[in-house]
């Protein structure tokens, strides 16, 4: 039973981290350095950390963004 429960556990991770990377080339940034992403992404942090109205915004932006079409 716990080599299933780890087995489900790593074949979720697997598949969340898949997701994340779609949302890295659906956002155009496939070709960028690992590095000015991992910093874009922490400076995002930082930045929504408490502000909501940015927050909002960013949703907005990528909802409108899944509801285009996939390029």
Do not use: Q, W
């Not at 598949?15 to 890295?24: A, D, F, N, P, T």
């Not at 910093?39 to 929504?48: D, N, Q, T």
């Amino acid at each position: 039973m716990a080599r299933t429960t780890t087995s489900d556990a790593r074949k979720k991770d697997t598949r969340e981290k898949i997701e994340l990377g779609g949302l890295i080339v659906k956002a155009g940034l496939r070709y960028e350095k690992r590095a000015l992403l991992l910093g874009a992404l922490i400076e995002l942090g930082h930045r929504i950390r408490g502000d909501e109205t940015e927050r909002s915004r960013l949703i907005a932006i990528g909802a409108e963004a899944f509801g285009k079409a996939d390029d």
